[in-house]
């Protein structure tokens, strides 16, 4: 379970994040005609090609930047994890499998397959949500509850 620090939360920055996001995704397919999907960036470069190997270290190496500039900036909001080590293992496990089954992940799916009028990708981001809050419940109350 991830406890966060709400009181931190404001709505501008959120909507400030989501249109960036937006913006970057969108500039991503125009200049070079892919998919901004994590788990596919990630995964070409498990079998790279010669000419596919400098943008995606370049793309992964910005989502690795991003936090470290933001914190020479600012203070991030304290963010406490209380699951173990191996439920962390298990879950992210789950995740990969399910980013492979269903061919893409949260960003490729639910980002940029919504916003390009994808049934796939509508389909896969209603499945994920919904196991998603499926795990959640049987978890917080029928598992912790018992």
Not at 53 to 75: E, K, N, S
Request: charged share 10%; aromatic share 10%; hydrophobic share 55%.
């Amino acid at each position: 379970m991830i406890d966060v620090a709400w009181d931190n939360f404001t709505p501008w920055s959120a909507l400030a994040g989501g249109i960036i996001i937006g913006l970057s995704a969108a500039a991503f397919i125009l200049l070079n005609g892919r998919i901004a999907g994590i788990s596919g960036i990630l995964g070409g470069l498990l079998a790279p090609q010669k000419q596919d190997v400098l943008w995606r270290v370049a793309f992964l190496a910005g989502m690795f930047a991003a936090p470290l500039i933001w914190m020479a900036l600012a203070d991030l909001p304290p963010i406490e994890i209380k699951a173990g080590y191996p439920a962390l293992i298990v879950a992210g496990l789950l995740v990969g499998i399910g980013t492979r089954y269903g061919s893409g992940c949260t960003s490729g799916h639910g980002v940029c397959g919504l916003s390009r009028l994808s049934a796939r990708s509508l389909f896969a981001t209603l499945t994920f949500m919904a196991a998603g809050f499926i795990t959640v419940y049987i978890i917080r109350h029928l598992i912790a509850g018992a």
